[in-house]
């Protein structure tokens, strides 16, 4: 348990750093997918697509059943499930940031979000909100609505080509 500065009951809040550990999972399975000739992989064609979506399903599954599995053994079913939940989340959010930074920066919002889940995560009685995916028990169903919505825009944004883009743009001067 490690004790930072937060809004909680006298002005500190303990926050198990396990709770946080599935964002290295996460950001390392979308991460894996950067490659020295990254720019040149977004432009490639459907069969290196193909490999990519089977590497995104492999890594990511690989990745929750790590945190799942590992922490099923150290604290048994509960806490094993919210952090498999969480896992889930931090890897839409990566494959997200993917999309946006760069795939080598896949890291950078599943990092974002430890300062609200640790300092805002908690409510003025020490109770977590309802949007803290790894404060809330495994039966949450505000947390695995969450969970949907990131692995859908983790998903859309993985997907999300440049050669997909310019199919949806108007055509200019007669090129798409």
């Known amino acids: 348990m490690l004790a930072i500065p937060g809004s909680g009951p006298g002005g500190m809040i303990g926050v198990p750093m396990r709770r946080e550990l599935p964002i290295a999972f996460a950001a390392l399975a979308a991460g894996s997918l950067n490659s020295r000739m990254g720019q040149f992989e977004l432009a490639a064609g459907p069969n290196l ?63 974002a979000t430890i300062f609200p889940l640790t300092y805002l995560g908690q409510d003025g009685e020490g109770q977590a909100r ?24 983790g998903m859309a944004a993985f997907l999300l080509t440049p050669w997909h883009v310019r199919a949806f743009l108007p055509a200019r001067n007669g090129h798409v």
């Not at 048994?76 to 930074?101: D, K, P, T, Y």
């Not at 404060?135 to 949907?148: L, R, T, V």
């Open 49 to 111: 697509r193909v490999y990519e979506i089977w590497h995104v399903l492999i890594a990511g599954s690989v990745s929750v059943a790590l945190v799942g599995g590992t922490e099923f053994f150290a604290s048994g079913a509960g806490l094993a499930i919210v952090l498999a939940r969480a896992c889930v989340i931090w890897f839409g959010l990566a494959l997200l940031s993917g999309r946006i930074f760069g795939r080598k920066l896949s890291w950078i919002i599943p990092v």
């Open 130 to 153: 309802w949007w803290d995916w790894t404060g809330q028990p495994p039966e949450s169903i505000p947390c695995w609505a969450i969970a949907m919505v990131s692995t859908a825009c």
